[in-house]
Nanobody
């Protein structure tokens, strides 16, 4: 069973930066699709960024140019570098893992951006 543990969330002022990490266990991490989703209060969960096993990435339009997703297969970890944060980035951020049609989620980490 895949377990995902996120870290790195917190409180930051607008314009600041945070880096989220997600460590995976119980996975053939190197061939898994990994990603980050977020959910703000009263809104649906939405894709932020994904990275394939080959390193291909895609991003939500709202974060392009500000956020960068990366992975370290040796550490079974995926990262989300978030720069130039805005109040509208405030949400719970969830790590996502997909392999052989099975999706797994982390417990979420809160990111709060103040104006």
């Amino acid at each position: 069973q895949v377990q995902l543990v996120e870290s790195g969330g917190g409180l930051v002022q607008a314009g600041g930066s945070l880096r989220l990490s997600c460590a995976a266990s119980g996975s053939i991490f190197s061939i898994a699709l990994m990603g980050w989703y977020r959910q703000a209060p009263g809104k649906q969960r939405e894709l932020v960024a994904r990275i394939s096993s080959g390193g291909g990435t895609n991003y939500a339009d709202s974060v392009k140019g500000r956020f960068t997703i990366s992975r370290d297969n040796a550490k079974n970890t995926v990262y989300l570098q978030m720069n130039t944060l805005k109040p509208e980035d405030t949400a719970v951020y969830y790590c996502y893992h997909s392999l052989y049609g099975i999706d797994s989620w982390g417990q979420g980490t809160q990111v709060t951006v103040t104006s």
